[in-house]
């Protein structure tokens, strides 16, 4: 792996199902971030983590949870999925200790929910 | 509320200049990332301004004036492949990213 990887591309939905995106990333950045784009609005940051073990909430975070178990790993579940739920989601990663800290991006989940 | 503004589309010429705003007000200030953003891409960095003035990366160039909270940037001998959306974020009081929606811009030969 070089970088920030996303899984699944692409997935189909149907509404009330519980679903589970992948990030993993191999630069061990301490913060990663979920985030949302939508056509017409800015990312919304959904949920991150400053450290391992650490969790913080977004701007949008209702409907979502996420887990830090370890540096590499990030995923994002959405427990009972809606409509309102489809988007492009994208896991980011940063090293937030010093610097620019800017973020490195995956090349992102498109949900759709039925 | 937080808020950063861009215009939603642009057109320009291949070969020439083209400049993109972005105005904001936040909730604190800690840094103006600049990033590009193919159809059905990610967004990469381009640029990063916390201090006043420009600063220029090759055919890229980024200006900050933080008492107007205004940034633009720059794009000279413009190439098809510049045509993406151009992304705006500041880094606010919490030191998270508030986006704005993007700047699309087209390059016409």
């Known amino acids: 792996i070089a970088g920030i990887t996303q899984a699944p591309t692409s997935q189909i939905l149907a509404a009330g199902r519980r679903m589970t995106l992948r990030c993993t990333q191999d630069?061990?950045?301490?913060?990663m971030y979920w985030y949302r784009q939508d056509l017409g609005l800015g990312l919304r940051l959904i949920h991150y983590s400053n450290t391992a073990g650490t969790t913080g909430k977004g701007e949008v975070p209702d409907g979502y949870s996420v887990s830090r178990a370890n540096t590499d790993d990030f995923p994002l579940t959405l427990a009972s999925a809606v409509p309102s739920q489809t988007s492009v989601y994208f896991c980011?990663?940063?090293?937030?200790?010093?610097?620019?800290?800017?973020?490195?991006f995956g090349p992102g989940t498109r949900l759709t929910v039925l | 509320g937080q808020n950063i503004d861009q215009p939603t589309e642009m057109t320009a010429t291949e070969g020439a200049i083209v400049q993109i705003n972005c105005t904001y007000q936040t909730s604190g200030f800690n840094g103006l990332f600049w990033y590009q953003q193919h159809a059905g891409e990610a967004p990469t960095f381009l640029s990063y301004?916390?201090l006043d003035g420009l600063e220029e990366k090759g055919r890229f160039s980024s200006f900050l004036s933080r008492s107007k909270g205004y940034s633009y940037l720059l794009l000279k001998e413009l190439q098809m492949k510049d045509s993406a959306s151009y992304l705006c974020a500041v880094k606010d009081s919490n030191y998270q990213l508030i986006w704005g929606a993007g700047t699309k811009l087209i390059i016409k030969p």
């Open positions: 301004n916390v």
């Open positions: 630069m061990r950045h301490n913060a």
């Open positions: 980011a990663s940063s090293d937030s200790r010093g610097g620019v800290n800017e973020q490195f």
